[in-house]
């Protein structure tokens, strides 16, 4: 694991042309990224390892903290990191999409420099390139409140990670393959937790140890490739705290949705009799239900955990409902001192309105997937580094899918997908599935707010019926069969910003898209520099460096 190191921010940061805010504390780390045999279901596979762990290590930081990251590719392969949820505010360069950032080439490093800026809560980061989220490569990242920001809630005993996910057993080369072939990529084959699943023989050993009478805070993330999962906890119920670095007014649940690529925190107090229990997580909505179990024992307690499992919940319409008891806390403050309700944004005029259809479609005989009707194509040049250069229109178009899906799609046309956002604009984004499969779409850069999530088909009449008070900032949703979910986004982060879906067999072929926000003034203010040392590739890889932006 990364040493972490608190030093001068104007130290580290004088050779860089990236600007940061003076005295914000630096944490390093270096990670050794290699292959490994990994087996959460038993079965050993090729696997991602980072510092020979598996999930890989978790990022503790703070409020406002730089975040360095060194990482050595030991693989035979090209590698890319994405820090999920993390906003990167004027920094897109960081971001860690193949549409940002040229991939890091075997048996070379490259270190990521980005700031936790004005967030709070529990995130993740994984692989983007090909299929390495399939191997592993994943894990926690932590941001923690100022010690003057008050946290709704008593100081817990101790907090894990939890990362849930499916898992396929053929291992990843196999599965890039299959989609290469145009084929689904089909069911998993199980679920772990934290890369494991428990025998419940007797011989495993607890993930997670509990004093009796203390309250604990889990962070789950779902870092799986296609599979929504239910997690509980056997006799235990969970606070609801935080959900992707919103406080939430605290409701208890017996059981929560993780879609995939969400993450968010709970607390669990240890109230029942000393012993050991069940951390259950369970497939959702699959012909077959999937169920992974693991070990949280009470310290000093005594007996295995009791045989019967906590039941899962049936059906989406029960994951919809619980959708609608999620509340943003107004009156707690996030990252910032003043409260979460002091932004008004049920009252701000909506300047433009993007409807997104996902299809799936048939291009030459092999599986797509669409966006509007256009089926993403990752180019050899990153967008940015086209648009930052100047050779965009070598690159990509912009505007190339229209504002409002094709009544019916006749032919796909696979290419890169990028939309012009003016900046600051305030954008009504609608995420149609007319599918019979549940969605789940990310926004980078950005938190937005889930304003509606309905059946059927969306119109502007359904504004009637989305919540302008205290719906959750948040960057993941799920859109459910047959379904559209509204988000509000303020486009105040300049840069080059990924939508994609978290299905990661979508992602891969076509269901994604960037929003290019640029400010028109080329200044600091809005927007870093390309700093010393970013990678370049494709065809400004020998052209000369772009003047910096002025201040």
């Known amino acids: 694991m990364g040493t972490l190191m608190f030093i001068s921010i104007l ?80 920094n897109s360069w960081q ?65 894990f990670t939890v990362m849930v996910g499916d898992w396929f057993n053929k291992g990843y080369i196999a599965l890039k393959k299959i989609l290469d072939s145009g084929r689904n990529l089909g069911r998993a ?21 509990m004093e009796a009478g203390k309250t604990y805070r889990y962070r789950f993330c779902n870092a799986g490739l296609k599979t929504a999962i239910n997690v509980r906890f056997q006799g235990h119920t969970m606070k609801l705290v935080e959900m992707e670095g919103s406080h939430m007014v605290q409701n208890s649940y017996e059981s929560l949705d993780v879609h995939v690529g969400m993450c968010f925190t709970v607390l669990v107090t240890a109230d029942q009799e000393p012993r050991d229990y069940f951390l259950v997580a369970s497939s959702r909505f699959t012909k077959r239900e999937l169920t992974s179990t693991g070990i949280v024992r009470y310290l000093n307690g ?4 009791k045989p019967d499992l906590p039941k899962p919940p049936v059906g989406w319409a029960w994951s919809l409902n619980q959708f609608r008891t999620f509340r943003w806390n107004l009156t707690a403050s996030a990252a910032r001192p003043n409260p979460q309700g002091s932004y008004k944004y049920g009252g701000i005029n909506i300047t433009r309105t993007i409807r997104l259809a996902n299809t799936a479609e048939k291009v030459d005989g092999k599986l797509r997937y669409a966006i509007n009707g256009v089926s993403f194509v990752e180019p050899t040049t990153p967008l940015k580094l086209a648009e930052y250069y100047g050779v965009a229109e070598k690159v990509f178009k912009y505007n190339n899918i229209p504002d409002e899906p094709p009544a019916q799609v006749s032919n796909v046309v696979m290419e890169p997908i990028v939309v012009n956002i003016t900046y600051k604009d305030f954008i009504e984004v609608i995420f149609e599935n007319h599918e019979t499969a549940i969605q789940s779409w990310n926004i980078d850069g950005y938190a937005f707010f889930a304003v509606g999530i309905e059946t059927g088909t969306w119109s502007p009449e359904k504004r009637m019926d989305y919540n302008l008070l205290d719906a959750v900032s948040r960057h993941t949703i799920q859109v459910f069969p047959k379904s559209w979910a509204a988000v509000f986004i303020t486009f105040d982060n300049a840069g080059m910003w990924n939508i994609r879906s978290e299905v990661w067999d979508r992602h891969y072929l076509g269901q994604q898209l960037y929003f290019s926000s640029l400010s028109p003034n080329r200044s600091l203010r809005d927007e870093y520099n390309m700093r010393d040392g970013t990678l370049v590739c494709g065809i400004v890889e020998s052209m000369p460096k772009p003047p910096p932006f002025s201040s």
Not at 24 to 29: A, G, L, W
Not at 200 to 207: A, F, K, N, S
Not at 302 to 305: C, I, L, V, Y
Request: glycine share 12%.
């Open 189 to 209: 084959d199980g679920i772990h937790i934290n890369g494991k699943t428990a025998k419940g023989d007797g011989t495993d050993e607890p993930l997670f140890t």
């Open 302 to 305: 005594n007996g295995a955990p």
């Open 95 to 159: 971001d860690g999409t193949l549409g940002t950032m040229c991939p890091i080439l075997p048996g070379t490093n490259f270190t990521y420099q980005f700031q936790v800026k004005d967030q709070i809560g529990s995130y993740m980061y994984y692989p983007v390139t090909d299929m390495h989220r399939a191997a592993g490569g994943f894990g926690g990242l932590r941001i923690h409140s100022r010690p003057l920001i008050p946290v709704p809630y008593d100081q817990p005993a101790d907090e």
């Open 11 to 90: 130290c580290l940061w004088a050779a860089s042309t990236l600007v940061v805010e003076a005295g914000d504390p630096v944490i390093t780390f270096e990670w050794k990224v290699t292959y490994g045999n990994v087996a959460p279901l038993g079965v050993p596979v090729k696997g991602i390892l980072i510092n020979g762990e598996f999930p890989g290590p978790n990022i503790n930081s703070t409020t406002n903290n730089n975040v360095v990251i060194n990482v050595f590719n030991n693989l035979d392969e090209p590698l890319l990191f994405t820090w999920h949820g993390i906003q990167n505010r004027k």
